[in-house]
């Protein structure tokens, strides 16, 4: 690639998005929570707690260890969907409860399914549950 063409991609890619009045638009087009910056903090919170029980979820599989697998589960079961504030889940709107509250309780299976599931299986549905998480990720948005 010539340098000038370089430029020019860099420059395009570079360069926001306009809407029609002039303003730049977002080109996150996922659903905006509409949190409030309190709310914001400690819905995040909570992604960040489901992202390390998946990490301790792997770790556990990883070195064989299914206490450590049903422990890390836990923490992003049941226990943290009863936990989260009611201004939180009176703004959440039904398609994100559509998939947050199966993923919840994917994570009481997976704690169950810890006892008795070979590591092959356990690590399938792990990945089923990261599935969610994608979905999840895609559609909706904190701010």
């Not at 009045?21 to 977002?26: E, L, Q, T």
């Not at 049903?70 to 943290?80: C, F, H, K, P, Q």
């Amino acid at each position: 690639m010539r340098l000038p063409s370089l430029v020019l991609v860099l420059t395009v890619w570079s360069t926001p998005t306009w809407a029609v009045d002039g303003a730049p638009s977002d080109p996150d087009t996922r659903i905006n929570l509409g949190l409030t910056p309190e709310e914001r903090a400690e819905f995040l919170a909570e992604m960040r707690q489901m992202l390390t029980s998946v990490q301790g979820i792997v770790a556990g599989l990883g070195s064989g260890d299914r206490a450590r697998v049903a422990e890390a589960a836990r923490y992003s079961g049941n226990r943290m969907a009863r936990a989260t504030p009611d201004a939180v889940r009176s703004r959440l709107p039904p398609g994100f409860k559509d998939i947050g509250g199966p993923t919840h309780m994917m994570f009481e299976e997976l704690i169950v399914r810890a006892e008795t599931d070979d590591t092959e299986t356990l690590l399938s549905y792990t990945g089923e549950i990261l599935q969610q998480c994608l979905a999840c990720h895609a559609l909706f948005r904190a701010h």
